[in-house]
């Protein structure tokens, strides 16, 4: 149990390395990974990370002038939904497979433990950050 418990915290620190080549944040990341799953309002996402919409806003103007996301139409015209771009779905994609390599377990490239996505080590690993599930914004 204790070696899975530092696969997982090496798995973060590999998941980390890999999102800040990218230019992104654990929180940038973890927004695109929430937007895979399709279209979400500004204040959903800040509902699920905990932080402020303004906080949010800024975060996903940044990703929009990256070209990783769009807007899409909303029913309700006071709010905007946010996907990922077209351009978005492959750069994700490649990104999550090079943080799921095997060397980002562990040096031994250790098989016990395995996250199937990077989301899925998002989900197991938000405890390494006490109450906050997604890191920094």
């Known amino acids: 149990a204790q070696e899975d418990v530092r696969q997982v915290v090496r798995m973060h620190q590999r998941f980390e390395q890999v999102a800040r080549r990218a230019g ?12 895979a799953e399709g279209p979400r309002r500004a204040m959903d996402i800040a509902t699920l990370a905990g932080v402020k919409r303004p906080t949010v806003s800024v975060m ?5 002038n990256l070209g990783l996301t769009q807007n899409v139409p909303s029913f309700d015209r006071r709010s905007r ?3 990922l771009s ?4 492959p750069w994700l994609a490649t990104l999550e497979a090079e943080m799921v390599t095997p060397s980002a377990l562990s040096p031994k490239k250790t098989t016990s433990f395995r996250p199937r996505s990077a989301r899925e080590h998002h ?8 109450c906050d599930p997604i890191g920094r914004i």
């Not at 992104?24 to 937007?35: D, E, G, K, N, S």
């Not at 996903?60 to 929009?64: T, Y």
Request: glycine fraction near 12%.
């Open 123 to 130: 989900s197991i690993s938000g405890g390494l950050r006490g």
């Open 24 to 35: 992104l944040t654990m929180t940038q990341y973890w927004t695109l990974a929430q937007l």
């Open 60 to 64: 996903l103007a940044r990703l929009h």
């Open 86 to 89: 077209p351009a978005g779905r």
């Open 81 to 83: 939904r946010v996907t």
